[in-house]
């Protein structure tokens, strides 16, 4: 009859009636929340961690973020720069990874996809760096010919906020591996790669040991530059990460230019005037003259506590003296000792 609700529309409309409330309790219970950041605050970063992430020589701060509403698909800005990792904890706690960052107070934000979910203005604060600054020689190894040739003195590694650099640079020649059997090694060559001879500074971080050991370890890209040499640790370049293998460390300041005189008791026969030390820092003995048994070095010194230094080992009359290079192993002992120049 017109003008009526027969029963099955009005069964219909009563079902529809009963579940509008039931599908709107459950839009509300499952929503997705928005995130909100309450609190940021920086925390230290494992020696795992720094191994972990590109070596760890990226790696130069470990945010812990507070809030609600986090999920595992969010990632993380701070200021223009993506951060290394978003790592969820739950919907309230996550931690950020944050690569080379200039000193300065950056904005942390989080984006869900391209979208912008939550902010917090400046409260990423990253302080001058504090680590300290050491001076090493060994070989850039292991590289893809075009990454070996567009080295140079001055390249500084990463961009933006750089960690190392390069000072002094031999030429490139073909790469070797070195395996170790006891006190024996042997070079095999490897195929289509090349290797630099390489002086570099390189930040050292702390590891907080010195205050239970009594020394100053630290690491280079997460890894202890501590123990015999070789030590090879991972440097991030332009367009490759690069393996610097360690021979030695020297101090950063500027070594004293001294002359000495050496009674030759080994090698002698090979010394000629004119001859360098296989050392590619501006330390290494230069052969200035030679008169029967007698050799006079120019070389650079390192101020220590027991005296006057030469790649690690005392430099005194009386003292045992060696150099080296592609030609000959020389040595004998110190005669004289004297600085050719004012300290500075």
């Known amino acids: 009859m017109k003008g009526r609700i027969n029963i099955v529309d009005l069964a219909a409309l009563i079902l529809l009636l009963a579940i509008l409330p039931l599908a709107y ?21 494992t020696n795992a961690e720094r191994r972990i992430v590109a070596g760890g020589s990226l790696l130069s701060a470990k945010l812990k973020v507070k809030g609600s509403g986090f999920n595992p698909m969010l990632r993380a800005y701070i200021g223009d720069a993506p951060a290394l990792a978003f790592v969820y904890e739950n919907p309230n706690s996550a931690d950020v990874l944050a690569g080379p960052l200039p000193p300065g107070a950056h904005d ?10 939550a902010r917090a203005v400046g409260v990423v604060k990253i302080e001058s760096p504090s680590s300290r600054i050491v001076r090493a020689e ?53 195929a289509n790669r ?30 202890s530059v501590l123990g015999n040499p070789p030590v090879t640790v991972a440097i991030p370049g332009a367009s490759a990460t690069i393996g610097f293998s360690i021979d030695e460390l020297f101090p950063v300041t500027a070594p004293r230019r001294a002359r000495i005189t050496v009674h030759v008791e080994r090698g002698g026969s090979g010394v000629s005037a004119g001859d360098r030390d296989s050392l590619l820092d501006e330390r290494a003995a230069t052969v200035a003259a030679k008169a029967g048994e007698v050799v006079t070095l120019d070389l650079g010194l390192d101020e220590s506590r027991e005296g006057w230094r030469y ?34």
Request: hydrophobic share 35%; charged share 20%.
């Open 25 to 45: 309790g459950a839009s509300l219970l499952f929503q997705t929340s928005r995130p909100q950041i309450t609190e940021v605050g920086q925390v230290d970063i």
């Open 194 to 223: 090349f290797e630099r001879q390489a002086v570099m500074l390189l930040r050292c971080d702390p590891t907080g040991e010195e205050f239970r050991t009594g020394q100053e370890p630290c690491t280079v890209g997460g890894q």
């Open 138 to 190: 060994g070989w850039l190894t292991n590289m893809e010919p075009g990454v070996a040739a567009g080295l140079q003195v001055g390249t500084q590694f990463p961009p933006g906020a750089p960690a190392y650099e390069i000072v002094a640079l031999g030429p490139a020649q073909p790469a070797r591996s070195r395996i170790r059997f006891g006190n024996a090694s042997a070079d095999y060559p490897i």
């Open 311 to 344: 790649r690690g080992g005392l430099v005194r009359i009386g003292s045992a003296f060696s150099w080296t290079n592609e030609r000959y192993e020389a040595g004998g002992t110190v005669l004289s000792v004297n600085l050719t120049d004012t300290p500075r």
């Open 108 to 117: 942390l934000i989080l984006m869900d996809g391209v979208q912008e979910v």
